[in-house]
């Protein structure tokens, strides 16, 4: 009875702060993002390998799952973006940790839910760990992989168009540094794509059509940084541990970690949303001892940090 009480105070007082708790199978959500058009959260519900959508109301809500592909069964579902011109949702799937093979992209109606394609993207005998998504303006996506820090290209109507490779991807040798390699990524309206590397904390603006990367030299550190969100063409969130602010006022040569925000403690950021102007912070691991954990997406209140030259 105790563990039911503590989860309920928990889940109040965060929705309390100007959170969304729910109710949803499994202990991780790996990402969640805002559709506007649908009124609703969408969320990738990692081992349950599919989306729920979430919709926000008085009191605790619960998920309702919308995509559980049988193809991609047996798989993990990680980062998704809703492409909204296209009423299309893009969702990356994995292999099972600790196996790192299979690498998918599957597209789905947001609608009808009907799948419109789901694109492999691995090779026989390659270490692939796919992660996030984000989709251009002609509707071709990009996918991240943690594991080998490269970018597969996939077209409007699932094919396969290339991959995005460079050795500036990986700034120091070793393990420590590359154990989580490239991961959020974002597309940008003038053209090209700003990715986070995790555990270097290095980020990287690519074009995509010439396939140039270079370092973005950002003041403060971007280490453990997740998922992104673009909220203006100068400013964008990075979701990790601490969830972070960055500025940039030279189309992202250079940067500025300008604000941060902790969250509850027990919460680690994994993604971020916008939803009226506020930011969400979805957090990857429930809270609870029964079938159904309370998770949480958090209104985030960033606090302003001193930029050092």
Known sequence: MWPRRAAAAVAFLESAAGGISYAGDGWLHECAKWDAEGGRFLASTFFGGGVAEVRAGEGEAEERVVVADPVAAGRVALGLAVDAPRRRLLLVYADRPPRLGYAALGAYDLGSWRRLFLTRLDVPGESTFPDDVA??????????????????????????????????????????????????????????????????????????????????????????????????????????????????????????????????????????????????????????????KTHVLARAVFSPLAVTS
Do not use: C, M
């Open 135 to 292: 989709a251009d303006e002609e509707g071709n996506a990009y996918v991240t992989d943690a594991k080998g820090s490269k970018i597969w290209k996939v077209g409007p109507d699932g094919a396969l168009l290339g991959v995005i490779k460079n050795a500036t991807f990986v700034q120091r040798p070793g393990l420590r540094h590359n154990l989580v390699g490239l991961n959020g990524i974002v597309y940008h309206p003038n053209g090209y794509l700003l990715v986070v590397h995790t555990s270097g904390g290095d980020f990287f603006k690519v074009d995509p059509k010439t396939e140039t990367v270079r370092v973005v030299k950002v003041r403060g550190s971007l280490r453990r940084g997740d998922g992104l969100e673009l909220l203006s063409p100068t400013r964008l969130v990075v979701a990790g541990l601490p969830n972070r602010l960055v500025e940039s006022s030279d189309d992202w040569e250079t940067a500025s970690v300008t604000g941060q925000y902790v969250g509850p403690v027990h919460r680690i950021g994994s993604s971020a949303t916008v939803k009226d102007g506020d930011v969400y912070v979805n957090h990857i691991v429930g809270f609870g001892l029964g079938r159904k």
